[in-house]
């Protein structure tokens, strides 16, 4: 749980594996900056997110905030929260990945190969990957860095 005072801010790349049960161990240091509750659902780029409860509604604002008439945040909704799960960690700060995201995330556990995976930190949410699906991302990321910052600044330098 985060303590007053202190950043909530969720940062970092971490490792963990899926264990029988389709159970992911959180890091602990994510685990306490989570606090108690969070939501699981799906990600972009075939990930997952995990987000604080405090942060969620935060996150899904802009969408709810649209016209019902507005087809790209009905859709939105659909793929954000409609597949989301709130969820706590166990007492060893565990979480049970629902099958339907575990399908999505190629984080099916399997008793004849380990399945391993990361979890990176955004500042506000924790996305979790599949290994070789993040290694495949992180390779392209670190390829296109600079370019892709050098869109984000055109883009704010227009607007």
């Keep these: ?60 604002e802009p969408m709810e905030n ?15 929260v409609g597949s989301a799960f709130e969820m706590s960690s166990d007492s060893q700060g565990r979480i049970v990945v629902p099958e339907t995201l ?4 190629d984080t099916v556990y399997s008793d004849r190969k380990e399945k391993e995976v990361v979890f990176v930190g955004l500042v506000n949410w924790v996305e979790v990957w599949e290994k070789n699906r993040w290694d495949e991302r992180a390779a392209y990321l670190e390829e296109n860095a600079d370019g892709i910052a050098q869109e984000l600044i055109s883009v704010k330098e227009s607007s």
């Design 1 to 60: 749980m985060v303590k007053t005072g202190e950043s909530a801010k969720l940062i970092g790349e971490y490792t963990g594996k899926v264990v029988a049960g389709h159970r992911i161990a959180l890091p602990s240091y994510l685990r306490k900056k989570l606090g108690d509750k969070f939501v699981v659902t799906k990600g972009y780029e075939g990930c997952l997110l995990i987000v604080p409860e405090q942060s969620w509604e935060k996150l899904i």
């Design 102 to 105: 575990r399908k999505y995330a």
């Design 66 to 80: 649209r016209s019902f008439l507005d087809r790209n945040a009905r859709e939105s909704l659909r793929f954000l």
